[in-house]
Antibody, heavy 118, light 108 residues
Framework: QVQLVESGGGVVQPGRSLRLSCAASGFTFSTYGMHWVRQTPGKGLEWVALILFDGSNKFYADSVKGRFTVSRDNSKNTLYLQMNTLRTEDTAVYYC???????????WGQGTLVTVSS | SYELTQPPSVSVSPGQTARITCSRD??????AYWYQQKPGQAPVLVIY???ERPSGIPERFSGSSSGTTVTLTISGVQAEDEADYYC???????????FGTGTKVTVL
């Protein structure tokens, strides 16, 4: 069955960097676009980034554009999110997710918590 | 920016019908999707492409669309349906995704 396992979360100071990983299994990772979605504690969901199946194109939410970079290694079935110049408002649970097509999110990981605090 | 607006909360007695609306601020060019999220868990897709139900989702969950509003209906609500529900769509480019503000369903 499909498994998405995020890692790399933790506590980081404002202005610093962090890299999240998402290990995928149970499906042909290299044929699907992959997303990052975040959820602020006690608040709603926010889409963060999309990378196409081959990494050829990447799309970002306005709130993270220029600071976050999504990438993937299809040989390792792993998705990444490099987060630079972190802000307190980036504090959230970060989920990796994918959909059968590019319209929605059929499968989700369990998330990893990122806390940006001094 | 593209926005989806939901009521913050809906309360319903067991066995009754809960209706959750999601209003878009523009004519729809993309389908809407609905997710259920229980505390401490990841979201689960319950409706896709406005009206379709994924396998494994109970028949009491249904979706509809009219104009700029999509609606999730839970018929014969059960205690286990108490959760947060989010609608989701995309802008006209199809590569910028938006979630609704979320609705907390309370089963009385």
């Amino acid at each position: 069955q499909v498994q998405l396992v995020e890692s790399g979360g933790g506590v980081v100071q404002p202005g610093r960097s962090l890299r999240l990983s998402c290990a995928a299994s149970g499906f042909t990772f290299s044929t699907y676009g992959m997303h990052w979605v975040r959820q602020t504690p006690g608040k709603g969901l926010e889409w963060v980034a999309l990378i196409l199946f081959d990494g050829s194109n990447k799309f970002y939410a306005d709130s993270v554009k220029g600071r976050f970079t999504v990438s993937r290694d299809n040989s390792k079935n792993t998705l990444y999110l490099q987060m630079n110049t972190l802000r307190t408002e980036d504090t959230a649970v970060y989920y990796c997710a994918y959909g059968v097509d590019y319209s929605n999110f059929d499968y989700w990981g369990q998330g990893t918590l990122v806390t940006v605090s001094s | 920016s593209y926005e989806l607006t939901q009521p913050p909360s809906v309360s319903v007695s067991p066995g009754q019908t809960a209706r959750i609306t999601c209003s878009r601020d523009a004519l729809p060019k993309q389908y809407a999707y609905w997710y259920q999220q229980k505390p401490g868990q990841a979201p689960v897709l319950v409706i896709y492409k406005d009206t379709e139900r994924p396998s494994g989702i109970p028949e009491r969950f249904s979706g509809s669309s009219s104009g700029t509003t999509v609606t999730l209906t839970i018929s014969g609500v059960q205690a286990e349906d108490e959760a947060d529900y989010y609608c989701q769509s995309a802008d006209s480019s199809g590569t910028y995704y938006v979630f609704g503000t979320g609705t907390k369903v309370t089963v009385l």
